[in-house]
């Protein structure tokens, strides 16, 4: 995933242009911790990691920011989701590597180009 | 002969057993995955992408035997995550050795060496450790996006070779994956001794953060064909060699998706070792109300269209070894040439 591709941030309204069912596939597919805020006005925050709507009663699954749960959560008690925590999808550690790699490989080619010794602690 | 002949005959005389019990959908290899926290962060990779307070969670010992009971299939693997951070994973293999249940712990390997002077584990005929080496040191250290970790996984392989420990590799290819590189690689492994190679195309992942690298179909058929044309008699495969076959494109198989059903902190994955749809909270659900029929190459799932993982392919293939004469003549014919 790009992190051009990242829903992190997002707090969509639900509506007919995002129904719910949208929203928490989503949710489901997010790589970050969320925000649910329920019917009542409570919230849970947490890792939603799954979701069933081929049941009597669709419901999503959570654990909350300590990793305690699985918390039930029936699709009718939800009234907004927001996506709050970082995308830890977002690609940052291999586009890391690749730059520490390219710039090892062009500090190679400088050292060579110049006859200099290999440098140390760099 | 790259599989010890006791763990053949079980994995063998489970299968007919199913067969007589009419049983049309059985597992194989338990992926049981007690954590997703681990010390690398490989570029294929999309199993380790959590947040913070998922990464610390883990299975119980007690929540792995459960599952591995209620599931039934002969082998164990325990990828992950890195199984080696697992605090439990001595009396874990302990448990399943026990059990008689054939253990693949599949590692990177980086805390092998320092495991095994611990005395963490006990050499069995039941257990294997299944090292993560997806060719030789350039090729696997740009891999997993680190440098310095393929000499680290020889050493630990070389350690636990000399405690008489079984060991095996697994090696995942991508695309720009050399063919006379993976040779050369086989040969090495062959020459550090390891009872036999695990390899596969790797899954394109939609949260690995290497998005470009993946192996289409007939890329793959490439790929396998020039590597495992003329195998070299020494090497030895530690899977099916009619799997090996549908890699090189000689065979067409579907994918069995729940054939490696995958067991983790969320419950039992659905459908697969490599999708996540969503999770059942026992093996029977799994079974019972996952949609088999949305997914495979048949299914027009797009997901599924370039997949020739071994999670979903090797069950086919051993399944297919046990479905006719024709299949298991082949199989026979293969293991015994060395020829795919």
Redesign the interface.
Same mark, same amino acid.
């Given at each position: 995933?790009?992190d051009g591709a990242t829903l992190e941030g997002w707090a969509p309204e639900i509506g007919p242009a995002t129904p719910l069912e949208e929203i928490v596939d989503k949710a +489901?597919?997010y %790589?970050?911790?969320i925000t649910v805020v329920k019917t009542d006005g409570s919230e849970t925050v947490?890792?939603l +990691?799954? %979701?069933?709507r081929?049941v009597p009663v669709p419901f999503v699954?959570m654990?909350?920011?300590?990793?305690a749960g699985p918390y039930t959560i029936p699709y009718g008690e939800i009234r907004a989701i927001r996506f709050t925590? %970082?995308d830890?999808?977002a690609?940052?550690?291999?586009?890391a590597?690749l730059r520490a790699?390219e710039a090892a490989k062009a500090a190679t080619h400088s050292e060579k180009d110049s006859g200099g010794a290999p440098s140390r602690g760099a | 002969m790259s599989v010890p002949v006791s763990q053949m005959w079980a994995v063998a005389s489970y299968v007919i057993r199913q067969k007589l019990a009419g049983r049309k959908q059985y597992p194989l290899v338990l992926m049981l995955e007690p954590l997703f926290r681990c010390n690398l962060?490989c570029?294929g990779c999309?199993k380790i992408?959590? $947040?913070a307070?998922?990464l610390? =969670?883990h299975l119980t010992v007690e929540q792995c035997l459960a599952a591995v009971e209620e599931c039934g299939a002969p082998v164990v693997s325990i990828p992950g995550g890195e199984p080696l951070m697992y605090p439990d994973i001595g009396p874990l293999v302990e448990a399943l050795v026990a059990r008689r249940k054939y253990v693949y712990l599949c590692t990177n390997a980086i805390l092998l060496k320092e495991k095994l002077e611990a005395g963490l584990f006990a050499p069995s005929k039941y257990f294997s450790f299944s090292v993560h080496l997806d060719g030789l040191r350039d090729e696997h250290d740009?891999a997993v996006?680190?440098d310095g970790v393929y000499v680290q996984a020889v050493e630990g392989i070389k350690e636990a070779l000399r405690r008489g420990f079984r060991v095996t590799t697994n090696s995942t290819l991508f695309d720009g994956a050399s063919p006379l590189r993976m040779r050369e690689f086989f040969d090495a492994m062959m020459d550090l001794g390891v009872e036999g190679m695990m390899i596969s195309p790797g899954y394109s992942y939609? =949260?690995a $953060?290497?998005?470009e690298h993946f192996l289409r179909t007939q890329r793959a058929h490439d790929l396998f064909s020039t590597m495992l044309s003329n195998p070299e008699k020494r090497w030895r495969f530690n899977q099916s060699p009619l799997f090996l076959q549908f890699l090189m494109g000689k065979r067409e198989f579907e994918c069995t998706p729940w054939g490696n059903p995958t067991y983790n902190v969320?419950?039992w994955q659905r459908p697969c070792y490599l999708l996540q749809e969503?999770?059942a909270a026992t093996f029977k659900e799994l079974l019972e109300?996952t949609r088999w029929e949305n997914y495979g190459r048949r299914s027009g799932n797009e997901k599924c269209r370039d997949c020739m993982v071994h999670c979903g392919y090797e069950p086919t293939a051993v399944n297919h070894t046990f479905a006719s004469w024709r299949g298991f003549r082949d199989t026979v014919h293969a293991t015994v040439t060395g020829r795919f």
């Open positions: 995933m790009t +489901f597919d %790589r970050g911790n947490g890792y +990691f799954n %979701r069933n081929d699954q654990f909350d920011l300590t990793g925590g %970082r830890t999808a690609g940052n550690s291999y586009a590597w790699k | 962060a570029a999309g992408q959590y $947040p307070q998922i610390r =969670k740009e996006c680190r939609s =949260k $953060p290497d998005q969320f419950g969503g999770y109300t």
